[in-house]
């Protein structure tokens, strides 16, 4: 997620949990998460660190920020280096169209939100119905976002968002984050501890940033919590339907189609040159506002429309520059499946580990090692 994309605006309300307090709703498992991160994502002591924060404090408190829940906010909080490496080497992943859209339709994605809608399909009715926007829709944007909930980030957002505003290209903009966050805090939808996400600070299972959540998140379930991060995805789901509504969603009315479809009429969109070509309403605009990005929009309109029981595209995309359909390159991955070989999702996009698993292929088979998906490796795995 890129957050600049999506400067969204949810609000949230008072913890009102019978039975719990807000210093220990489900700190264990918000540990247990941070202890699996990779070290340079864990929080790290620099004085300098602690310095930006002693000034920060005063801007904090204009901001209306108690000294209180700063500092609950800041007890375990410090310097994450691994976060600024990211944000500093952050470069857009230039894949093709059809590679997007085959990680974001892939079998296994497809397979796991099947389940997912048969685990909430109840929950994601009764969104529809309040707010008006298709169930299939919101499915697919959690899908897109967190895998249906299994990637919801846990690097704990005090420390990426401080550290941002700290050492970051974008001070201003994740001091704005940081502020929005203690904010969340102060109103009691979470804790410290649980309150977690991305490097970049997006969270839970739709991954809003702070100043998002303040703007358009519910609680859904009437626990008196907007809780994006719980198990139990609902206050996250009815947040992103509620942020689709407010951003124009008209109830009805299909986010748009692949050309030729019947009862479709929109304007035209071709992502890729040879590719398919798709017919899109205003709908289509309002997926753009959760990100600006025409793959985005049209990946999550077909994920939503497969996840309903379409087929795939009708239209076909070219070779690709080693002459290679998806159906080739995925027959590449599953042959080196056959063979033991991890390479991760089976989805038709040459990765890292399908390279790496090629190339030990080529050397066992004494021909040149490219680590490269062609028609030589595709015969060498029959």
């Not at 997620?1 to 220990?24: H, I």
């Not at 929005?180 to 970049?200: M, N």
Request: include cysteine; proline fraction near 4%; aromatic fraction near 8%.
């Amino acid at each position: 997620m890129d957050p600049s994309k999506r400067l969204f605006v949810f609000g949230c309300g008072a913890l009102a949990l019978s039975g719990c307090s807000p210093a220990t709703i489900g700190e264990a498992p918000a540990r247990r998460a941070q202890q699996a991160l990779a070290p340079d994502l864990l929080p790290v002591d620099r004085a300098d660190f602690r310095a930006w924060v002693a000034a920060f404090r005063p801007r904090a408190r204009r901001a209306g920020i108690r000294d209180a829940t700063f500092d609950a906010a800041f007890a375990g909080a410090g310097y994450i280096p691994g976060v600024v490496a990211r944000d500093g080497s952050q470069i857009q992943t230039r894949r093709t169209f059809e590679d997007y859209l085959s990680i974001a339709t892939s079998d296994e994605r497809l397979t796991k939100g099947r389940a997912a809608l048969a685990r909430h399909g109840g929950t994601l009715q009764a969104i529809e119905a309040r707010y008006g926007v298709d169930r299939l829709i919101v499915a697919a944007i959690w899908g897109m976002e967190s895998t249906f909930g299994e990637k919801r980030g846990q690097i704990p957002v005090i420390s990426s968002t401080a550290t941002l505003a700290f050492d970051g290209r974008r001070g201003a903009f994740y001091e704005s984050q940081l502020i929005a966050a203690l904010r969340i805090l102060q109103r009691g939808d979470t804790t410290p501890a649980r309150l977690t996400g991305s490097w970049a600070g997006a969270m839970g299972h739709t991954q809003f940033i702070p100043t998002s959540f303040e703007g358009f998140a519910v609680d859904f379930n009437g626990d008196g919590r907007r809780d994006i991060w719980a198990d139990d995805p609902g206050d996250a789901l009815a947040s992103t339907a509620s942020y689709l509504s407010r951003n124009g969603w008209r109830a009805g009315l299909p986010w748009g189609a692949e050309a030729g479809t019947a009862g479709i009429s929109g304007r035209s969109v071709r992502p890729q040159s040879g590719g398919p070509s798709f017919t899109v309403t205003r709908n289509f605009n309002v997926l753009k506002t959760y990100n600006n990005s025409d793959f985005y929009a049209l990946a999550v309109g077909h994920l939503a429309d497969r996840l309903g029981g379409t087929g795939p595209l009708r239209g076909t995309f070219p070779p690709d520059a080693n002459g290679l359909t998806r159906n080739d390159r995925l027959a590449v991955q599953r042959g080196l499946a056959a063979r033991g070989y991890d390479i991760g999702t089976i989805d038709g996009v040459i990765g890292a580990r399908t390279e790496a698993a090629i190339r030990d292929v080529q050397s066992r088979a004494g021909v040149a090692v490219t680590g490269t998906a062609t028609r030589d490796v595709l015969t060498l795995l029959r």
